[in-house]
């Protein structure tokens, strides 16, 4: 996506990463106002200073969305790409008169903020992330599939026990899907819990699975990030050998 | 289990592939069916169709059970594994007239997906996790032992505590061990918890007992999956060195 | 503490055994008939042979306690031993009539059902953790430390942000530091909770830090697993290398 | 920091290590007065022998402070240092007449506790942690970053969902984020929850992602400490190559 920032000259990319802090400043700015208009209490002159700096931003990003498009060599390299899309969806709503459902967006557009860091020394650690992402890529997919068939088997084991003694927060097996979503992840708002004998050791034995199911990640990532690291070689570059063959 | 699965030829492996995506998408829309008609203000015509669908799925995968005990060349081999006996269990029921009972067992029938996936790309990553265990699996039932002891201590000890403060949520060890439960997964719904002083200070120190014991299964996927990934060679297959000497 | 243990001949350890698993049952129901006299709606009945159970129980627990001393090549090394105490905690309170105080001490006595597991095929995995928790311990030590001083300081910032708005759940140092420990393990039971913007702020900064210390423990387990495990040959036993020193 | 601690004679380091722990004994006495200074309940006499032993340790801290001044080599190697400022700080409000609000630096001071452990035997853990923080600081770097994004994210999607059905709990983007900190920590106190059906599927899809993100440390912890491990001898000193090559 990037591979012709490390070719590029020097001074431009001195220029395009002050431009990049300047843009992100704006973001920052801008999803501020955008979190202050939703407060209730708001007066009528704050919001007409918050909708004058929307304004503001609005036309800053388009001109940052032009100069981009200009910037970009082959035009549909930047277009077409992640942030191209994404910097899109944070002005286009603006101009269609409907501002506020996809304003989401726009927080999204704080993922830029890695590809500032990713210019300047925190290169290595993204890198690293990336390539352990890829390595435990299948593991996380299992993992995912695994989660999910739990929760579907807490939903239905605790529906057979709870739904008759507390019809209204375990009326069906979706009510018992976001008491299974609140328990495997040990959250537990306390909106929803078991009253009866069976639904409680139903719940401990869902818990016991649950909780190893839930330290995976936790191991996936440790052993994905050791693997990476010794992907490297002491200036912290990406050495030829693709696994740890001690032979 | 699936010795034989490499060794057919790639035709029926095919075949069997897209089969098996279609009893999976069978699966699933029947496994949402009994999801829908648990809803509370189902109408009756809905239920209806419900129903119909729900006949259509037996009926299908009574088929698939003797479709697969046909092809199964010792038919042995299909109906006393695993998956033949819940493929068995997911018909059985219906065809004896009380079909919610054993209806859990069709979500059981979601491990298949394991399978597919199994057969093309996740075949390593699944392989590794059965390895990791297999590695772990010693360390896995002293935690399960370590980790039970401890709710039963957490449970007496709470018991002394509190049973004369909070008569109705701990009135006995065992309604302590749902507290035990709920706390020590830090769960903590929020219905049962210490109010003496003596109940809070045993709960902090169970806590940081418990952590510690918490933590564990998070060590021992990370510490087995690194050992499961290194008796691999470049290209995902198991080399014969057993442990990781590297003298 | 049990450097015979290899050197007795094969018969008499058979025997122990049988024996150690004889007791375990016996401690297995012992608790359960304490756990069952602890419940409220309990007839007379029933808690007259549960008694009948517990006198039975203690007697056999005290004829088990005089065998193993007799056993006992010097007295001494059974006597003064950990597993001597507890077994001696275990019957002494009956006699002296304060039967119920110390029957804690009872559960401490299922830590025995390690040293069975240890003389079967279990002791490699519980002595790689022995080793894990000698190789972590200065680690563990400074966790500890670490983790108590956070707990302090997230009671005092607390205290200064909720005790006026909420003088009976904040009402002091000591109140605040039951709120920290239940934030800090992430327990949340919500029996307390901040409500001005401050504390809610301060919470914030206060889980940023702490749910990095709490995953200290799980680092420390499977760095120091992985390390022990490659104190290992093959076979699972220790090699004289006392670090992993690849030169 | 302390670089001239091991040059300095034996002598002068036992003496330095009683003083240490003197006045570590002195900081928690002062702490506990200062926490029970907060119980509401307190009488009128306890009152008044707190505030006496609060006026005595200011006075012993004074000294420590002059007295730390003076046995410095270059004075402002002290006075400037990270503890220097601590020491100056948990005196200093005592003679401005506001004794209350930098009390806080007090319990600060309980990280000399580490300075102790350090001189002493708990040296290679604590150089071993201080390693792998520093191998591991650009990616907390990041975590941190994607964690706060994600916060804003959750906190953003949660009012959309929740602000209509909820006004008082999701009243704005920063009511969201009060939420988004205790449902993504984990912690769920119960006081904010969804209720409608797209908060709870937002929540469920905000979670998988969330307890990804939040399993990160716990593996940057386990990856950097076997790494740091590894950079040490069999006594524990730092060897000299800088990352695992095994060539």
New interface residues.
């Given amino acids: 996506m990037h591979a012709d920032a490390p070719a590029a000259g020097t001074k431009r990319q001195k220029f395009l990463r002050i431009f990049d802090l300047f843009i992100l400043v704006m973001i920052v700015v801008s999803?501020l106002a955008?979190?202050l208009e939703?407060?209730?209490g708001i007066s009528n002159t704050t919001r007409l200073w918050l909708e004058r700096l929307e304004l503001i931003s609005v036309f800053l990003f388009s001109g940052e969305y032009l100069f981009r498009v200009y910037m970009a060599s082959p035009k549909r390299d930047y277009v077409f790409s992640f942030f191209g899309i994404i910097d899109l969806l944070a002005i286009f709503p603006f101009f269609l008169g409907f501002g506020i459902d996809l304003?989401?967006a726009k927080?999204?557009r704080?993922?830029r903020?890695?590809r500032i860091?990713k210019l300047a020394?925190?290169s290595?650690?993204?890198q690293?992330?990336h390539r352990a992402i890829l390595i435990a890529r299948?593991?996380i997919?299992?993992f995912?599939?695994a989660?999910l068939?739990l929760l579907?088997?807490a939903a239905?084991?605790i529906?057979?026990f709870e739904?008759d003694a507390q019809?209204e927060t375990f009326?069906?097996?979706?009510h018992c899907?976001?008491w299974a979503?609140?328990?495997l992840?040990?959250?537990?708002?306390?909106?929803v819990?078991p009253i009866t004998v069976g639904g409680?050791i139903f719940?401990?034995g869902i818990?016991?699975i649950g909780?190893?199911v839930?330290?995976?990640?936790?191991?996936?990532?440790?052993?994905?990030?050791?693997?990476a690291?010794?992907m490297?070689?002491?200036n912290g570059n990406l050495i030829e050998v693709?696994?740890?063959?001690?032979a």
């Fill in positions: 999803l955008f979190s939703t407060l209730p304003r989401a927080s999204l704080l993922l903020l890695f860091l020394r925190y290595a650690a993204a690293r992330f299948e593991e997919v299992l995912l599939g989660a068939i579907y088997l239905v084991g529906y057979h739904s019809p009326g069906s097996v979706f899907l976001w979503v609140a328990t992840t040990t959250v537990g708002y306390g909106d819990y409680k719940t401990f818990l016991v909780l190893g839930i330290s995976v990640p936790a191991g996936l990532v440790a052993s994905a990030l050791a693997q690291r010794k490297e070689d002491n693709e696994s740890p063959s001690e």
